[in-house]
């Protein structure tokens, strides 16, 4: 037989690279013969499809990683790219040989089978995903391997950062606040929220035991596979390092955003009547449901403009619907764990066919930005724009500005605060915006009622970038808690201006000069 090597160069001196040349077996994939006998600590899958703009600087990022890259098996499953990537994959495979490309006979419309082909190849005792646009930090791989050994875990998980042209954001903070050791994944209240394949390792016998497979969909492939990855996870661990960045330049266009609202509705509907199918814990089940409605089928179909500009918004009531009748079996009232209790209302809005008061609610919420809030019993709540039963909806916590007081050192801030957790504060947050992972953190303390204080030493500001940041109140560990304000406060310290103003949503932020 014709070796690999000698194939591709018949290939590359016949007038280019020809990869129907490939004995490609039954499922329609060819896989690189090389080292396939070899095991490594950790196996990297990455779909490739059309990616040559931004292969090789995630290449890069894999085979630069502190671990050592001969610690590291590298499948790179490309799905029939038309562009150049075919022959970007073969340069690197040739200098290393631990980078196993797969080459699809045909495409597959997803990166669902590739990422499965991987996960039936991989060697490593680990497995993690990557996109062919993304990249990793140097250490994120040695910092999950050395989590997941430590801990036995099958499942850990590190900070993810999105990147935009002119901003790095963190994503899913929840997954990532905190260091934690082999926790039951269902104590973390929004476990659920985020399930793409970003900074995640996993056990590799432990995929193939539980027969994790992602489902074959356009959209929303990621999310199944993750529900059922960590619903059968009885521990998890995670870390607060950096592992890994999303690329969101504006110039990065993906699937995702050529998925119609509809189609990504129907996807999620077959993700919903896969877990009612699963039979969970009511808990369990509560939590995972709770982000497939609330988020999926609320916010992404009806709180966005696309609805409010629609002509056509029968085709989002018909659609929504079909969301409801998924529900008529469940045990419990599905609308009973929403985060936002206005979508509650949203709800029974539909149910009652008072369409109007639902552009009406939408509006409210995309273009009203100060939003009315009023104290009830003691209790926080949003005035909506229609009738009685429906002019409140709970607000879970509310800051309210009070007074500052410049002192000799420091800045001291009162703020009242209402809700639900006030027994679970835990610090107040000065963030930049453009770099989130620049902040500073200070105590909070409790001075009596509703009442609370923060003391702002004028030499931790000074220790804060020239930028704009804003401010909150952390609380849970990883939700935020914004502070309304209607003021503005400017004084000068050590040669830098420091501008306390108010956003356009009334919020608190700090401008430092």
Known sequence: MISFLTRMYAAFTNGGPNFERFDYNPEGYYVHPANRNRDFKVSVVMPVYNAEKTLRKTIDSVIRQTIGFENIEFLILDDKSTDNSRS?????ARSYPNIVPVFFKSNNGSPAKPRNVGIDLAKGKYLMFIDSDDWLSRNGIEVLYKLMEKTGNPYGIGRTMKVEDKKLVITGEYNSCEYRESINPCTIPHIFQHLGPTARMMRTAFLREHNCRFPDMRFAEDKQFFIDVLTNCPNISTTKEV?????????????????????????????????????????????VLNRLYEFD???RLF????????????????????????????????????????????????????YGDIVKLIEWSLKDITKETVIRDGLPYYRLPLEEPYQWARVSMLA??????????????????????????NAFVIRQRD????EIQLPIRHAGGELYEVEIPFARLAELSSASHFMF?????????????????????????????????????????
């Not at 770099?435 to 620049?438: S, V």
């Open 243 to 287: 592992i890994y960045y999303v690329n969101r330049y504006r110039d990065n266009k993906s699937l995702v955003s050529k998925t119609s609202i509809f189609e990504k509705t129907d996807t999620n509907l077959a993700v919903i009547r896969h877990v009612i199918k699963k039979n969970l814990p009511e808990n369990i089940e509560r939590m």
């Open 303 to 354: 709180n966005r403009h696309h609805f409010l500009r629609s002509l056509r918004k029968d085709k989002y009531y018909k659609k929504f619907a079909e969301v409801l009748e998924t529900t008529k079996g469940l045990r419990y009232d599905f609308t009973e764990n929403f985060f936002e209790p206005w979508h509650k209302v949203l709800v029974d809005l539909f149910r009652e066919e008072r």
């Open 297 to 299: 089928c609320i916010t």
């Open 435 to 438: 770099n989130e992972l620049n």
């Open 88 to 92: 970007i994959i073969m340069e690197y």
């Open 400 to 425: 309210l500005y009070q007074d500052q007081v410049k002192e000799a050192d420091r800045f001291l801030l009162r703020v009242k605060i209402y809700g639900d957790h006030l027994d679970k504060l």
């Open 473 to 513: 109140i952390r609380y849970y560990d990883y939700q935020r808690l914004y502070i309304k304000m209607n003021t503005r406060r400017i004084f000068d310290y050590d040669k830098r201006q420091i501008d306390f103003y108010t956003t356009i949503g009334d919020n608190i932020g700090v401008n430092i000069k």
